[in-house]
């Protein structure tokens, strides 16, 4: 029975996120950056690089169909850090089960936005960028290694969110996740950046989500262009699924700790330190 109110719980959490982020003019921030990574693909794309077996821009396409999921560390820290204020977290925090049951539904239903646009950005390189000739058993895979990234990537976006307390933290956090973003690799091949960028990437989920999504989509010898050498989709996989394991381990702790401190007075403080960055 506890299971169940548990799970229903998460299902009620989902249900709210999903209308709020569906339904009116909300709709149109989920085609919008959709439409913004493929107008710049497109701006971008040309003759067939010799080096990546393909154009720039289809290899960024292909690309962003996994890597966007980075962007799911944005959402989550913006959205704990505007909830932690407005008291959502405070309710959440009175309820049994609560706080869990608040990160699991926030990290679904977010999931669910951002693979919503990489599916539109899959969409739109089977008409723009002959991705076309993808079969359906790539297809799928394809979509497979979109879950496994947006997975990975949400409890990173938990554990940050419950280290920020105040915007321009978030504002740092935002500013290191787009920089990460943009040198890990998924808009031009890794190896074109100076060494100890490469190694940071090495370590990091957003490359090896690339790397996995191109090692579905492209020829074999375009491996040679990857900064290991050759597609590795064993350890691409690998690694992802130990970020996943890890992420949600070290995110269950935090986020317990981070409820503990939500108070009515921790509210009020966060109201104030908003009111007075934002200059109200």
Not at 10 to 28: C, D, S, T
Not at 206 to 225: K, N, Y
């Amino acid at each position: 029975m506890k299971v169940f109110g548990f799970l229903k719980m998460i299902g009620m959490h989902v249900k709210a996120e999903m209308r709020i982020n569906l339904l009116g003019v909300a709709i149109f921030n989920l085609f919008f950056t959709p439409l913004v990574v493929l107008g710049v693909g497109k701006w971008v794309d040309g003759e067939v690089m010799e080096q990546i077996g393909t154009s720039i821009g289809r290899y960024m396409i292909i690309s962003m169909t996994a890597g966007l999921s980075m962007l799911i560390i944005i959402q989550l820290t913006s959205e704990m850090m505007m909830e932690r204020s407005s008291g959502v977290l405070l309710r959440a925090r009175s309820l049994p089960n609560g706080p869990m049951a608040w990160a699991i539904g926030k990290s679904i239903s977010t999931g669910i936005i951002v693979l919503l646009m990489q599916i539109l950005i899959l969409i739109g390189g089977f008409v723009f960028f002959d991705m076309g000739q993808l079969g359906t058993g790539t297809t799928l895979l394809v979509v497979l290694v979109m879950l496994l990234s947006v997975a990975t990537h949400a409890p990173i976006g938990l554990i940050l969110g419950s280290l920020i307390h105040e915007m321009y933290g978030n504002v740092v956090i935002i500013l290191g996740v787009l920089a990460l973003f943009a040198t890990s690799g998924i808009a031009f091949p890794l190896d074109i950046l100076p060494r100890p960028v490469q190694v940071l990437q090495l370590v990091l989920p957003t490359f090896w989500s690339g790397h996995l999504v191109r090692s579905v989509v492209m020829p074999a010898q375009a491996g040679a262009a990857e900064v290991v050498g050759s597609f590795q989709p064993l350890l691409a996989s690998g690694i992802l699924t130990l970020w996943l394991v890890a992420g949600f381990f070290v995110a269950s702790f935090l986020i317990k700790r981070f409820f503990r401190h939500e108070s009515i007075g921790a509210m009020q403080k966060m109201q104030n330190n908003l009111r007075s960055q934002l200059g109200a």
